[in-house]
């Protein structure tokens, strides 16, 4: 594990560089989700990582829509400039990792495990989903609010107690 090096992470995408012109900025986002995950295929722990490309939303990835889109319905997101600022973060942490920054679990819900991967200075949340002979890119956000934040610590926290006991 790298305890030495501070992560710096890959710089923002900022709608204001874009004009204002939303569709550029949206293709922009697009272009470098695409090029990290449906055009190449990083690997977490040695497990290829995928973003399902199907069903589609409007021609385009659903992970793409979930990991750039806010909302409880699913049908009805809408963008989050906080999220598309930050597409090149996803890979960035799969292929930092193992790194004393990235906080790691494992969280079953339902049938699955995911493996949810933590930056806290950058209040940053990447979810995999664990298959049999790979990992989904499941979601990924920036964390807004504190009490969320807290939340998730102690859900790693949780974990690393039933790890060491």
């Known amino acids: 594990m790298n305890q030495v090096t501070t992560l710096v992470f890959p710089d923002l ?13 949206f293709d922009a986002v697009y272009r470098i989700f695409s090029s990290h995950f449906l055009k190449s295929t990083p690997y977490f722990e040695g497990v290829r990582v995928t973003a399902p490309r199907y069903p589609e939303v409007d021609g385009l990835s659903r992970t793409f829509y979930h990991i750039t889109h806010q ?13 598309m600022e930050r597409i090149r973060f996803p890979k960035f942490k799969i292929e930092n990792h193992p790194h004393a920054e990235l906080l790691i679990w494992e969280k079953e819900m339902g049938r699955d495990i995911r ?10 949340l990447l979810v995999l989903n664990r298959r049999k002979d790979y990992l989904l890119l499941w979601t990924a956000f920036y964390i807004e609010h504190n009490h969320t934040l807290k939340k998730k610590l102690k859900d790693y926290e949780a974990y690393k107690k039933t790890k060491t006991a």
């Open 13 to 25: 995408i900022y709608f204001e560089d874009y004009d204002g012109n939303f569709k550029s900025y």
């Open 115 to 124: 493996i949810h991967i933590l930056n806290v200075s950058e209040s940053y």
């Open 71 to 83: 909302g409880d319905n699913e049908q009805n997101r809408e963008p989050d400039i906080r999220r």
